[in-house]
T-cell receptor, first 112, second 116 residues
Framework: GNSVTQMEGPVTLSEEAFLTINCTYTATGYPSLFWYVQYPGEGLQLLLKATKADDKGSNKGFEATYRKETTSFHLEKGSVQVSDSAVYFCALMDTGRRALTFGSGTRLQVQP | GAVVSQHPSWVICKSGTSVKIECRSLDFQATTMFWYRQFPKQSLMLMATSNEGSKATYEQGVEKDKFLINHASLTLSTLTVTSAHPEDSSFYIC????????????FGQGTRLTVV
């Protein structure tokens, strides 16, 4: 079956530090890959996505590249802000079924 | 604005009672919707797939008699937690993919259920 593995948190960074959250996946076929963000007390928001190999998703300074050869979709941001503090979920969508398989989530805490 | 609306956003109920959660797609038709459950500080786990006009498909380990799903129309799916117990307390989230074959899944705001 499909699975997503992402680095455990919490990740604590100072403002303006570089962020990497690792994500690897196992899937049959060619899934689409996503990063979702969940702010405290809120639902999930799509941060970025990539639908095929070598695609780069980007939004709000965050980036992730779909690497088929390493089955990875690592999330990066060059300079984090306090407002980026949230839980980040890596996920994949089996295009046949369209349900999402989520990673365990990584809590990011950015300190001023 | 939100394209999937979930209601209520939070509910407290007594043990043994039933709670209904609604999930509506606001500006598109959704023949399929998904229900997820999130325990505190954990990831989202798919509970079931709601299919308009047919029975829901439940994931392994999810009790279909406890979590009743009805996909009444192309824009509405409901999840009813029957005879709720404290262990059912959780965050429930619905999602709906838009468009045939589309890869975008829109999420509702989630419902925090507390059973006392």
């Amino acid at each position: 079956g499909n699975s997503v593995t992402q680095m455990e948190g919490p990740v604590t960074l100072s403002e303006e530090a570089f962020l990497t959250i690792n994500c690897t996946y196992t899937a049959t076929g060619y899934p689409s890959l996503f990063w979702y963000v969940q702010y405290p007390g809120e639902g999930l928001q799509l941060l970025l996505k990539a639908t095929k190999a070598d695609d780069k998703g980007s939004n709000k300074g965050f980036e992730a590249t779909y690497r088929k050869e390493t089955t990875s979709f690592h999330l990066e941001k060059g300079s984090v802000q306090v407002s980026d503090s949230a839980v980040y979920f890596c996920a994949l969508m089996d295009t046949g079924r369209r349900a999402l398989t989520f990673g365990s989530g990584t809590r990011l805490q950015v300190q001023p | 604005g939100a394209v999937v609306s979930q209601h209520p956003s939070w509910v407290i109920c007594k043990s043994g009672t039933s709670v209904k959660i609604e999930c509506r797609s606001l500006d598109f038709q959704a023949t399929t919707m998904f229900w997820y459950r999130q325990f505190p500080k954990q990831s989202l786990m798919l509970m079931a797939t709601s299919n308009e006009g047919s029975k829901a498909t439940y994931e392994q380990g999810v009790e279909k008699d406890k979590f009743l799903i009805n996909h009444a129309s192309l824009t509405l799916s409901t999840l009813t937690v029957t005879s709720a117990h404290p262990e059912d307390s959780s965050f429930y989230i619905c999602s709906a993919p838009r468009g045939r074959g589309g890869t975008e899944a829109f999420f509702g705001q989630g419902t925090r259920l507390t059973v006392v």
